[in-house]
């Protein structure tokens, strides 16, 4: 008899781990995509590195204008060029000898400044192991349905980039932190974009799926300044971050520009180095995903019972507003669609056979609890795989 009760564990034990198998193998498969994120890093320090710190700035403002909140960006600037004695224009940032934008201007929140930018902080970043003084402002607050873009800047060479030209992060530690987000489901898919020499090398350990990858250069190439500044005195843009603008400068939050469209707008000739691309572990094609995936806003579908809440169950079911992320400028930026009106009958005899039958009570009340339960599907299947054995040991006990 013992050894009957001690199969019926094991098989219950088997049951249970099974469920959870096809429960999370449905949710990961079925996650949307609700969120974007930006992590932006300057990892140069000093005037002569002018260019870096606006290469970066140049990405939030491309990011904020297509629609990412600055609650949903970690800026991360190793030196404040716009305070250095030797700037001629105080508090100002430039990534154009013309002087027509000023980088550094009004609502520029950055979350690590100076010596905060150190391979330590930016990994704590990625993985999300801050200390309990670190305040959530500085954290990255995504899940599993986020689309992150990743951004970095600075001296780099074969397999490793500088911070503060006094420590490294090497290939590897990139990998890990990225291995350890995809374990821990910070992210959906990850876009990493490195301006810097060598840049294709540091994504070389790389084995987390859902992640794409892009660098200025290939191994063995030098990732080139665009242009100096005689005002200022040095160059203040890198070339592939100023092809990168060039290209968003023609782009809005709802144009259908692909990745694959940014990806081959990369000349070598005038980059003086080849943009090298790893797409291997990337699940999508590139002509398939729109910028805005990575470098703009999610606009979600709000589902309200009518305008004015008060009068939600008198006047209609329901409204649907929907603000489309893959919408064309030309088109409508806002569809308002709403269900056929149906109002209340004035003859006041007319009973609701709902609220005479106990049955349909009960059965729309159950309905409406399913309706809310997230992977139904899944629950269902682990019902019936849990039933058979459940079942096997109940016949097996009896007899």
Known sequence: MESKFVLCFLLLVFSSHLCNGIASSSSSTTTMHTNNWAVLVCTSRFWFNYRHMANTLSLYRTVKRLGIPDERIILMLADDMACNSRNKYPAQVFNNENHRLNLYGDNVE??????????????????????????RSKWLLSDEGSHILLYMTGHGGDEFLKFQDSEELQSHDL????????????????????????????????????????????????SYSHHLDADVGV???????????????????????????????????????????????????????????????????????????????????????????????????????????????????????Q???????????????????????????????????MVAMSSWLSS
């Open 110 to 135: 950055v979350d690590y400044r100076g010596y905060e930018v150190t391979v330590e902080n930016f990994l704590r970043v990625l993985t999300g192991r801050h200390e309990t003084a670190v305040p």
């Open 175 to 222: 990998a890990d932190a990225v291995k350890q987000m995809k374990e821990k489901r910070r992210f959906k898919e990850l876009l990493i974009m490195v301006d810097t020499c060598q840049a294709a090398t540091l994504f070389s350990q790389l084995q987390s799926p859902g992640v794409l990858a892009i660098g200025s250069s290939m191994k063995g190439e030098n």
């Open 235 to 353: 160059s203040v843009i890198d070339r592939f971050t100023f092809y990168t603008l060039a290209f968003f400068e023609r782009v809005n939050m709802y144009d259908n520009a692909s990745l694959g469209s940014l990806f081959s707008s990369y000349n070598p000739n005038m980059l003086m180095s080849t943009a090298y691309y790893r797409t291997d572990l990337y699940p999508r094609r590139l002509d398939e995903v729109p910028v805005t995936n990575f470098f703009g806003s999610v606009m979600e579908t709000i589902h309200t019972d009518s305008a004015y809440k008060a009068f939600a169950g008198k006047y209609g079911k329901k409204s649907i507003l929907e603000m489309p992320l893959k919408q064309s400028s030309q088109e409508s930026r806002r569809t308002l669609a709403s269900s056929d009106v149906q109002y209340p009958t004035t003859d006041s005899n007319v009973e609701d056979p």
């Open 355 to 389: 609220d005479s039958c106990p049955f349909l009570k009960f059965w729309s009340f159950m309905h409406g609890k399913l309706t809310k339960v997230e992977g139904l599907d899944s629950w269902v299947n682990c019902s019936l795989l849990f039933m058979f054995p």
